[in-house]
Nanobody
Framework: AQLVESGGGLVQAGGSLRLSCAAS????????MGWFRQAPGKEREFVAA????????????SVKGRFTISRDNAKSTAENTVFLRMNSLKPEDTAVYYC??????????????????WGQGTQVTVSS
């Protein structure tokens, strides 16, 4: 199982970015996927999750209304992609963003402990 994030970068406050997470090596289309972030000196925190079908999403209060998670299950069973569209970015959104997969598919939304198969992360920096 492999998750590879991309799309991070440097953006001014109020700007937008779209992160992508390419998932391969497992039938990820059958599982919820999530985005997390970790700022320097802070714990990794949940950002957003999307159900395997794409018909239900869940957000942290800090990003609700600004971020949108989506997924593309249209590819082969071996691959799919999860996106995180981030609008109205704030300096406090600066962090390394990681995607992860729900390992069990037993709860919605999945508790944090159910997420695994972490990607390597992509840096998002928002300047004021």
């Amino acid at each position: 199982a492999q998750l590879v994030e991309s799309g991070g970068g440097l953006v001014q406050a109020g700007g937008s970015l779209r992160l992508s997470c390419a998932a391969s090596g497992r039938t990820f289309r059958s599982y919820a996927m999530g985005w997390f972030r970790q700022a320097p000196g802070k714990e990794r925190e949940f950002v957003a999750a999307i159900r395997w079908s794409g018909d239900s999403t869940y957000y942290a209060d800090s990003v609700k209304g600004r971020f949108t998670i989506s997924r593309d299950n249209a590819k082969s069973t071996a691959e799919n992609t999860v996106f995180l569209r981030m609008n109205s970015l704030k300096p406090e959104d600066t962090a390394v963003y990681y995607c992860a997969a729900d390992r069990y598919g037993s709860s919605w939304p999945p508790p944090r402990a159910d997420f695994g198969s972490w990607g390597q992360g992509t840096q998002v920096t928002v300047s004021s």
